[in-house]
């Protein structure tokens, strides 16, 4: 009779097991990953990671695309982030981090405003031994990982349109970003490298609109001003000042003779593009760069093997195929 219990309850505890194990492997907490490794969500009764965000300004709509692929992500992986916009501002990014430190979070992202001067964010966070990834801009210090693009290249891109698009000679306007960010650097460089190849491709006038589109347009009608139909072509470092330039060359009925290219194929540039308006963008994957930027994090604040770098390609975006990218 003994026997026969200690049967019925191995059974018992087999079938309650099984049922558990299913119920688990339903919510996706029980079981390896695809990759091998274990599943990076909080398991029942686990606390869930908690990961601090700054971001570099979210009345940016690139930067506003960032931050919903790792809301995103976070809610798939059952993360819990902390987010800050430091708007621009190196020194309050640098606060923010000292605040998630105090905090004792488990893993920090860091969108940076500056290469330098938010550098020291870096720093703290790796002298208090928690893991920090950089997404979609640089820093001069390391930091566990870096997620994002080779802002040179997009630059490579736009201005290699132009110059496709003017046969190699021309009088050529460029808007800068954010002065001093990784992606003003590295793209004005990019551009700089095609405009070397191309003597006759000429640079009329350089000037930072902050990334900003009202600023962007402000400086293009004085552009207009100064230098009126000399103006052949523009390359924006972002959308928001590619749309600003060609709202002010629609206004001044300049628009059909300039050739505009600008980088990240955000929503209203991709609808430009696809009407006419803005020559070509430069698609720069906010979702992918979002997303893998938390599971990064996640990777690194349970230890779990992750890659140093990873480098997410841009595409230029004409009439041709914007289509593929209004899909995404």
Not at 68 to 75: D, I, L, P, V
Not at 96 to 115: G, K, R, T
Not at 294 to 315: G, N, S, W
């Amino acid at each position: 009779q003994r026997g026969k219990r200690m049967n019925r309850q191995t059974g018992l505890n087999r079938w309650v097991a099984i049922m558990l194990c299913g119920a688990a492997l339903a919510l996706g907490g029980c079981g390896p990953s695809p990759d091998g490794g274990e599943k990076p969500a909080a398991g029942p009764g686990e606390k869930p990671l908690v990961i601090g965000v700054s971001l570099l300004n979210l009345s940016s709509e690139f930067i506003v695309m960032l931050n919903q692929s790792m809301e995103a992500k976070a809610k798939e992986l059952g993360v819990k982030l902390i987010v800050n916009d430091a708007q621009r501002n190196a020194d309050k990014q640098v606060q923010q981090i000292e605040n998630f430190i105090a905090q004792q979070v488990d893993a920090i992202i860091l969108n940076p405003c500056e290469v330098e001067a938010s550098s020291p964010a870096v720093d703290k966070a790796l002298a208090a031994g928690i893991p920090i990834v950089n997404v979609n801009s640089e820093t001069r210090s390391a930091p566990t990982a870096f997620i994002g693009s080779r802002d040179e290249e997009s630059a490579r891109l736009a201005m290699g349109y132009l110059a496709e698009r003017r046969q190699g000679r021309g009088q050529v306007l460029m808007m800068q970003g954010f002065m001093g960010q990784a992606a003003q650097l590295k793209r004005d460089q990019g551009a700089r490298e095609v405009l070397a190849k191309h003597p006759e491709l000429k640079l009329l006038a350089v000037q930072t609109a902050e990334w900003d589109r009202a600023k962007a347009m402000s400086l293009m009608e004085n552009w207009i001003q100064s230098y009126g139909n000399k103006i052949q072509a523009v390359f924006a470092q972002n959308d928001e000042m590619g749309m600003g330039a060609v709202i002010a060359l629609e206004q001044a009925k300049l628009k059909d003779k300039v050739i505009v290219a600008s980088v990240d194929a955000i929503a209203d540039a991709l609808q430009a593009v696809k009407a006419g308006r803005l020559d070509a963008t430069v698609f720069q994957d906010a979702r992918g760069q979002g997303g893998q930027a938390v599971e990064t994090a996640v990777k690194l604040a349970r230890q779990q093997p992750h890659e140093k770098q990873k480098f997410i390609p841009f595409q230029l975006v004409t009439k041709d195929n914007v289509g593929e990218f209004l899909k995404e």
